[in-house]
């Protein structure tokens, strides 16, 4: 397992490339089953949670071959080309617990397995570090466009008699919409028999461009973006070639680390438009933000202001930025507040903070944060992969030493992040356990 120790006190100059979005990529991946033929993807980022899809999907009978030519979108010397995909086995059907239990995207091949080959196994997602994260709306979806299901050892076993058919169906729930319910169901719906309406769908632009592939593919959808996407049912979808959109959700990591350290970052190949929410609360905060093509450059005054934030589905604040945003706001001028909507518990970032220096109250989905004047240097536990950011972000700007372990989930979904900050100057570097614990 391997620790980052970062010492802090460094401000951040310099270029960054942002890397293809991890969610994004993954759902795409998986929609990839419902192609005939070859599929490339561009841009799929170097990941843990990518390595952890794609053998998935070689179980599930896929050939996958990554291009090994160099691409300038990420630091250093760093292989990114394309992702071919290629199914040449349909009769697997199963996502085993042990994958699905590191990475809970795996629910997205029920979509596809049971629009193309009929039957899917897949195994239930348990507890999460952010929370509840039940997989009922995915069901329910796929319910109502024909497909039955029983549970079996732990796993959800879903099976069609005859072809699925199209229907109008609403998606919400009590939280809200369901960003990979919305496209599990967009998939199987893209093969079904008729026209599909799903009422109350997730809008992020993750949606939009799975979206965007399948209709590469030969799919009829519309109205995707919007709360109401309308899916006119083909009978085959053929490979297509793609190009995953930037992580908006890396760019507003970068975009913070660039205000708490008080530096000047130029984020390249960026999609400001997917990041409006948080350029809103950044710029209330006090950070500059500037817009020129694909480039983004960001710097900060000195004096962060307070602010009030709720995370909300797209196109609100996004909760995978909650904790970075809570790090940088440990050192604003006063009280500042964070309720989350979308996930209540995804707060364990709060206490590592709290060894760090900071004030913050957790009082049910709301965080109540005291400004202070620094934070220290402290061995900390990365919890799950956004904490994990907020931790690495503390840690650029606490005075002395800061030990991140378990940065295993740091690396589910941001590609070489001690690399990218260190070539802009922090004082950042990944150790063993052993070196890390002396
Ligand atoms: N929900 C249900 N039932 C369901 C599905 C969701 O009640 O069947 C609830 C969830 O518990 C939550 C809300 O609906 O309260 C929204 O969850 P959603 O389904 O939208 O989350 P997700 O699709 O499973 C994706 C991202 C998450 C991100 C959320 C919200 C991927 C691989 N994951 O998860 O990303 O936080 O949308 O935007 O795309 C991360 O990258 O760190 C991460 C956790």
């Keep these: 397992m391997d620790s980052f120790l970062i010492r802090g006190g460094n401000r951040l100059k310099g270029k960054i490339e942002i890397s293809g979005s991890k969610n994004s990529a993954l759902p795409i991946l998986a929609a990839c089953l419902l192609a005939e033929g070859k599929t490339t993807l561009h841009s799929v980022p170097?990941?843990?949670?990518?390595?952890?899809?794609?053998?998935?999907?070689?179980?599930?009978?896929?050939?996958?071959?990554?291009?090994?030519?160099?691409?300038?979108?990420?630091?250093?010397?760093?292989?990114?080309?394309?992702?071919?995909?290629?199914?040449?086995?349909?009769?697997?059907?199963?996502?085993?617990?042990?994958?699905?239990?590191?990475?809970?995207?795996?629910?997205?091949?029920?979509?596809?397995?049971?629009?193309?080959?009929?039957?899917?196994?897949?195994?239930?997602?348990?507890?999460?570090?952010?929370?509840?994260?039940?997989?009922?709306?995915?069901?329910?979806?796929?319910?109502?466009?024909?497909?039955?299901?029983?549970?079996?050892?732990?796993?959800?076993?879903?099976?069609?008699?005859?072809?699925?058919?199209?229907?109008?169906?609403?998606?919400?729930?009590?939280?809200?919409?369901?960003?990979?319910?919305?496209?599990?169901?967009?998939?199987?719906?893209?093969?079904?028999?008729?026209?599909?309406?799903?009422?109350?769908?997730?809008?992020?632009?993750?949606?939009?461009?799975?979206?965007?592939?399948?209709?590469?593919?030969?799919?009829?959808?519309?109205?995707?973006?919007?709360?109401?996407?309308?899916?006119?049912?083909?009978?085959?979808?053929?490979?297509?070639?793609?190009?995953?959109?930037?992580?908006?959700?890396?760019?507003?990591?970068?975009m913070i680390a660039a205000a708490i350290t008080n530096g000047e970052l130029e984020l390249k190949h960026c999609n400001l438009d997917h990041l409006v929410a948080v350029v809103d609360r950044l710029e209330e905060v006090g950070v500059n933000i500037a817009r020129e093509n694909g480039t983004i450059f960001v710097n900060s005054s000195r004096r962060l202001t307070p602010v009030e934030m709720t995370t909300q589905p797209y196109p609100g604040f996004p909760t995978d930025c909650q904790a970075q945003l809570m790090a940088l706001l440990c050192l604003a001028d006063g009280i500042s507040v964070i309720t989350e909507r979308i996930f209540p518990d995804r707060f364990l970032h709060v206490g590592e903070l709290n060894r760090m220096g900071g004030r913050i109250r957790k009082e049910g989905p709301t965080a109540i944060i005291q400004g202070v004047k620094d934070l220290h240097g402290a061995p900390v536990m990365a919890s799950d992969l956004r904490a994990s950011a907020a931790l690495v972000l503390a840690g650029l700007v606490a005075k002395g030493q800061t030990r991140i372990d378990r940065v295993y989930h740091i690396d589910r979904g941001y590609e070489k992040i001690e690399q990218k900050l260190a070539a802009v100057g922090a004082d950042i570097e990944r150790v063993k356990e052993a070196k890390a614990a002396a």
């Design 46 to 254: 170097r990941l843990s949670d990518i390595d952890s899809m794609n053998k998935l999907m070689g179980e599930l009978g896929c050939h996958i071959y990554r291009h090994e030519s160099a691409d300038s979108r990420v630091n250093g010397p760093a292989l990114n080309g394309p992702l071919d995909i290629t199914v040449t086995d349909e009769s697997k059907i199963e996502a085993r617990y042990d994958i699905v239990k590191t990475m809970r995207a795996s629910i997205c091949v029920l979509g596809p397995l049971l629009a193309k080959r009929g039957k899917g196994v897949v195994s239930i997602p348990g507890g999460c570090n952010i929370g509840d994260r039940p997989v009922d709306l995915h069901v329910r979806g796929l319910q109502k466009l024909g497909a039955e299901f029983h549970t079996e050892n732990g796993n959800i076993v879903g099976e069609v008699r005859g072809r699925l058919k199209g229907c109008r169906m609403y998606l919400g729930g009590a939280q809200g919409p369901t960003v990979l319910g919305t496209i599990n169901v967009m998939c199987a719906a893209a093969l079904a028999e008729g026209e599909t309406v799903i009422v109350g769908a997730a809008c992020e632009p993750e949606v939009t461009d799975c979206a965007q592939m399948l209709i590469k593919m030969g799919a009829k959808i519309s109205g995707h973006g919007t709360p109401e996407i309308k899916i006119e049912g083909v009978d085959k979808l053929t490979g297509c070639e793609h190009r995953i959109i930037p992580d908006r959700i890396e760019c507003g990591t970068f």
